[in-house]
């Protein structure tokens, strides 16, 4: 500490009285915006700090005086004095300094400017250690005093302990805060409604607590000396203290701010981080966290939000888990075991630890932590700096570990056994373990031999009456409900009947099989199902949570009487108001999202029943706006223990008979539905509609029934009528959307969609009925989102998985679109339209015998009749040249089906494929295509004696033809034969296009060929780029000089909008107009790389992108200049393809043949690519 001290001194100004400037020499000076921060403080300086001969000169009084020191000027010897925990003395005009009566040596003087003095910050840092740190970028100096902040491991296992060494402060399961005094063990309830993030800070407990229904930032006083404070009125998820700072996150944000320890300043510092509870740590001026930004990698950044960079160098997510001195430690999203560390000064992680820990905290010199183990879990203590590991305690196979704390002496381990938290206490070596356990109501025992009588009792109870008020009041407004209730077990017979205001009464009757209620005015009972939790029992009365529990016995106080006892007390009672709200009958407290506090009256006899119950609640708001005097006040009177006798009205016996009845309709007419016998099941649901008149499915299916026949404005209003009597069913409302889209209205739809989420944010239906919206519109990205949405509700649900893949198809994703097929496959074994998108997103990859196989498993499915898989498994066999084989099946799919017009077509071209000579085959792919063909004299006498050798042309025979007919500054028509096309053939797609994210913001494609599939793949890696619009995109096409011009229009839809992206002229003025689709990839800007040798397909995509797009540079030198396309001629059989001119190409009427293409940044020299590149990323 007096090191430190010695340290801060020097740096910081002292304000002096008359104190007589040096004469500086200005040469040597140089005036900065230079700012310090001391204690990640930043202080403020009425002279500024300044550059003197490459020093950083700072006044010192500032920043002692910010660290509580003394500073005295003497004016006679012109010296300053500054004491704390030592004495420091520093003389004006002098290299000398004395630390403590230590002469301590300055390479520049302390020098006066001003009325201040002024010195070295370096000088100090380097010749004494201190933790003084100098961000060139910024021209700032961080000075600190404690850089390692010790409790970041009790906060990041969950806050929920802390200790100042006299007292343990701990937050219990139902949000109670409790001190333990570690010499007398007394506890003490301390405060309610705490959640976590416990900070002990000078007087102070620091934490996150509940304030109205909302997470705010809380402190009491340790000596009880005042009351709650609220330090941050707003949402908080997370906080973290250190250096007088309060560190936050509000609720659902993505910013840290940081406000002072009373709350009265507040400053934004981070965005774009996961500042959720656990994932983020303040260490040493810097923040630790998860940039969203940046796909979720591990970032840091000063605690002013500047210098943010990267701190691991490896494409794997992590998570991070713990922070020391010297490393940050990290375990892997994607579940692969293991814990890692990396050096604070970031780099590649290092596995230090075999198994991922469930939980773990550290001290400086040891790991805590639970690992699992064959037999279940184990608390290991494991060295920092080597492998030495100690096994101090084993936990109980059903255990889950939940965190770990640690004091200078002692282990605080959670767990979670059964439905209970417990806490655990050891020695730091695993001894003297013990429970901990919560003792601090005064009448504690008492209440809980009382609580363990009553709970005897009523457990054996059968039955009994209660008569139940409930007074509603808000502000001036009061309305009472009351309810008669009467339950006898052996009978498995529940009655209640509910007298309301605005005559909401309501009468009820559960049995072994299902619960019936009925309105006055109503002629049947509503029947349904009973689900475990309606099954009548005592136990899930409100009479059956009084039991000896922790909280209640903690928070209730004892009054003994001649006839029985008084329990009464008032506080948050967690538990117990949980099982209030998970009672049914209790359901008026289910409209409030908090309950702020609860008064207990409860009277019991001698007998240990409970007679009376007087229950008050103050409740807070959904909105966690106060509500003015608002309580919910429950009075239960009740008697007949044992004696209740019930008998179920002959009106329910009736409704029970009239619904077997409709039962028995809907499920005729469902059978008519599923045959297509749309009328007749109609009629079906109709009856049962008569029949019973709360058969609401019956009105459900009957809008099915019009939906499928297109009946859709039928179908609506069928619906209409069901949201008459159940307005809160979100699921045909979503239906109701399904018809407007199908009408033609993808407005209404879409506004259908939002309200059903707006009201439940897990419908599927709706998030499917959105996705199709979107799909409609052709915007497949948001269209995926949605349908991924509904999946991730149910993964069942076969509509959205099926619009999901056909969604990826759409877009190009073909290798996520199998993926996502071959899991659907799981769920939905053989379903026809799934593999059919998978054999198709096969074949459009060129994995033709991949596709073969997925058409034939669906031929398995009905081999006798699917003509459509035969004719597309003809059609693969076609591809690879396997004419016999592909005959096979089209002439199966024939004898089915002959006038299907795919097959058609098909069997025409096999004709030709089959009986047409290979000589006649490529000449007359060439007559028919070739852009430059002149039938001259030489022309055709060449075609005659080719034609004329039959099968017995040789490779050297087409090499002769081509050369004939090849115009003369035709340079892109040529043949590939021998081990070119062996190579060629075994090339893959990612051969041709290789992506590689260079940095956070830039991403680099060089495309070497435009051969089959690189349009596709090219696609594929554009849609895998997450945050696009954030980030620069290179594409490299230096000496790509051909290629298909077809997969450089693939490459265009990807990037561009909707637009008219080229068209292609043929031989004979045929035109064909290509077009790119609404959805694409955006980049924030665009460079494109060419050289002299970069032509055809590569000038294509060069110029398409400039055209159509803003913020496209094309870098280096004017392109060849061939703006023609080609297409393939490729003979598996004899070995050898053919790349044919076949057409020139436009864009926006602008062809470039001849000419080439003018850049708009020129390179001359290859070696000044990455410094033209460089700047205009700059710019």
């Known amino acids: ?182 010499e007398t063990k007394i506890q003490e309830k301390i405060a309610e409604h705490a959640v976590c993030g416990l900070h002990i800070l000078d007087n102070w407990i620091y934490y996150i607590g509940v304030d109205n229904g909302i997470q705010k930032i809380m402190r009491v006083s340790k000596d009880g000396s005042s009351q709650k404070e609220i330090v941050v009125d707003e949402p908080v998820q997370s906080m973290q203290i250190l250096n007088g700072w309060i560190y936050y996150s509000p609720s659902d944000s993505g910013t840290l701010y940081r406000a002072s320890t009373d709350g009265t300043v507040t400053e934004k510092v981070l965005e774009d981080g996961d500042f959720s509870d656990k994932n983020w740590f303040v260490q040493n001026s810097f923040i630790y966290y998860k940039n969203v930004a940046k796909g979720g990698a591990i970032y840091c950044a000063r605690i002013n939000g500047t210098g943010i960079r990267n701190l691991v160098y490896d494409s794997n997510k992590y998570s991070l888990k713990l922070i020391d001195e010297k490393y940050i430690y990290l375990v892997r999203d994607d579940g692969e075991k293991g814990f890692y560390r990396v050096p604070l000064t970031g780099g ?112 054996a109870l059968i ?44 009468e009820m009757w559960i049995d072994k099989s299902y619960v019936y209620s009925k309105k006055p005015d109503e002629d049947h009972w509503s029947i349904n199902e009973i689900d475990k939790s309606d099954k009548p029992s005592v136990n ?46 209790n359901g008026l407290l289910t409209m409030f999202d908090y309950i702020d506090n609860l008064e207990m009256r409860v009277s019991i006899n001698k007998d240990y029943y409970i007679e009376q119950l007087d229950l008050k609640l103050k409740l807070g708001s959904s909105s966690g706006m106060p509500q003015d005097d608002s309580i919910i006040h429950h009075q239960y009177i009740n008697s007949q223990f044992n004696s209740v006798y019930l008998n179920l009205p ?207 498993q669906i031929l398995s ?36 089906y002959p006038n299907y017009s795919l097959l058609v077509y098909l069997l025409e071209k096999l004709e030709y494929e089959r009986f047409t000579l290979s000589g006649q085959k490529i000449v007359n792919f060439i007559k028919d295509y070739y852009l430059f063909y002149n039938e001259t004299d030489e022309v055709v006498k060449a075609i005659s004696e080719f034609i004329n050798k039959g099968e017995a042309y040789t490779i050297g025979d087409i090499v002769k033809l081509i050369e004939a007919i090849k115009s003369s500054d035709d340079d892109l028509t040529y043949l590939l034969t021998g081990s070119d096309y ?5 090339r893959k797609a990612d051969s041709s296009v290789t992506v590689r994210q260079q940095d956070d913001n830039t991403v680099y494609v060089k495309i070497s060929d435009f051969s089959p599939g690189t349009g596709v793949l090219f696609n594929e890696y554009m849609q895998s780029i997450e945050k696009p619009e954030d980030k620069i995109l290179i594409i490299d096409l ?35 107009t290509n077009q790119s689709g609404k959805s694409s990839v955006k980049f924030s800007k665009t460079a494109i790389l060419v050289n002299e040798n970069s032509a055809s397909a590569s000038e294509l995509l060069a110029l398409g992108l400039r055209t159509h797009l803003d913020n496209v540079a094309i870098i280096g030198r004017q392109t060849m200049g061939k703006g023609v396309g080609q297409i393939i001629y490729n003979d598996l059989n004899r070995k050898y393809a053919l790349f044919l001119v076949n057409h020139y190409w436009n864009v926006l009427e602008k062809n470039i043949h001849g000419t080439g293409i003018n850049v708009d940044i020129t390179v001359e020299n290859d070696a000044d690519f990455t410094k033209a590149v460089n700047e205009f990323i700059k710019q």
Not at 982 to 986: C, T
């Open 463 to 506: 039955g009994f009456a209660s008569l139940q008020m409930t007074t509603i009041r808000t502000g001036e407004t009061t309305s009472t409900i009351i309810n008669e209730i009467k339950l006898n077990n052996a009978q498995s017979l529940y009655y209640q009947k509910t007298k309301a205001e605005n005559n909401n009464d309501l």
């Open 982 to 986: 062996a190579s060629y053939m075994k």
């Open 650 to 856: 002959y009106s329910v016996r009736q409704s029970l008979n009239a619904k077997e009845k409709a039962d028995s309709n809907i499920k005729f007419g469902l059978e008519k539905l599923n045959e297509s016998k749309y009328q007749e099941a109609i009629q079906y649901f109709d009856a049962a509609l008569a029949a019973y008149n709360k058969s609401y499915d019956a009105y459900y299916y009957k809008g099915n029934a019009y939906y499928r026949q297109g009946k859709y404005e039928e179908a609506i209003l069928i619906y209409d009528k069901y949201l008459e009597l159940e307005p809160d069913n979100f699921d045909i409302l979503a239906y109701k959307g399904l018809c407007y889209l199908e009408l033609g209205d993808s407005a209404k739809a879409e506004e259908i969609a939002n309200e059903v989420i707006k009201a439940d944010n897990l419908n599927r239906i709706a998030y499917n009925l959105l996705g199709l919206v979107y799909f409609q519109r052709k915007e497949f990205a948001d269209s995926y989102k949605m349908f991924e949405k509904a999946v991730a509700i149910d993964k069942n649900y076969y509509d959205a998985c099926l619009n999901m893949a056909s969604t990826l198809f759409n877009m190009g994703s073909y290798t996520k679109c199998v993926n996502a097929v071959e899991e659907f496959l799981k769920r939905f074994p053989n379903n026809r339209d799934l593999l059919l998108i998978k054999a198709t997103s096969l074949s459009k990859q060129g994995k033709t015998e991949q596709a073969i196989e997925a058409y034939k």
């Open 1038 to 1072: 230096r000496d790509n000089g051909s290629g298909l011009t077809d997969e450089a229009g693939i490459m265009l839809d990807a990037l561009l909008p909707e637009c008219f992206t080229s068209y292609y002229i043929e031989r004979g003025g045929y035109i064909t």
């Open 861 to 896: 499915l009905d081999p006798a009749n699917d003509f459509v898989a035969m004719t597309y498994i003809a059609l693969e066999y076609e591809k690879l040249q396997e004419f016999d084989k592909a005959q096979e099946y089209a002439d199966r799919a024939k004898s089915v």
């Open 1 to 182: 500490m007096k090191k430190v001290f010695a340290v801060l001194l020097l740096l910081i100004s002292v304000t002096i009285i008359s104190v007589p400037s040096l004469a500086l020499d200005d040469s040597y000076v140089v005036k900065d915006d230079i700012k310090v921060y001391v204690n990640d403080t930043l202080i403020g300086f009425d002279v500024q700090p300044f550059f003197y001969k490459n020093r950083t000169m700072v006044p010192i009084r500032g920043v002692f005086e910010a660290l509580g020191a003394a500073v005295e000027w003497d004016n006679y010897t012109k010296t300053v004095e500054v004491t704390k925990s030592v004495r420091v003395r520093v003389q004006l005009d002098s290299h000398v300094a004395m630390v403590d009566e230590k002469r301590v040596v300055m390479d520049v003087p302390a020098v006066g400017l001003d009325g201040r003095i002024f010195v070295p910050v370096r000088f100090i840092s380097e010749a004494l250690g201190a933790d003084v740190e100098w961000d060139n970028n910024t021209k700032t100096v961080y000075i600190n005093e404690n850089t390692y902040n010790e409790d970041i491991g009790n906060v990041l296992n969950g806050g929920k302990y802390a200790t100042d060494s006299v007292w343990n402060y701990y937050i219990l399961q139902d949000g109670v805060l409790v001190g333990e005094n570690n």
């Open 540 to 585: 899930i009365a409100v009479l059956g949570l009084f039991r000896p529990t922790q909280e209640l016995c903690n928070n209730l106080t004892v009054i003994e009487q001649e006839d029985g006892y008084i329990l009464y007390g008032n506080g948050t009672f967690k538990h117990f108001i949980q099982g209030l709200l998970q009672d049914k009958r």
């Open 348 to 459: 590649i992680p290092e596995k230090i630890m075999g198994e991922t820990p469930l939980c773990i905290n550290s001290d400086r010199y040891w790991f805590y932590a639970a690992v699992k183990t064959n037999n279940g879990s184990s608390l290991i203590k494991r060295i920092k700096n080597g492998n030495e590991t100690y096994t101090i305690n084993e936990y109980k196979e059903s255990d889950t570990p939940k965190s770990i704390y640690l004091s200078d002496s002692s282990i605080y381990y959670s767990l979670v056994r059964g439905t209970e938290e417990m806490v655990f206490q050891m020695s730091l070596y695993g001894q003297d373990i013990k429970a901990m356990s919560w003792i601090y109501g005064k009448d504690y025992y008492r209440v809980r031999d009382i609580l363990s009588n009553v709970q005897t009792r009523h457990n």
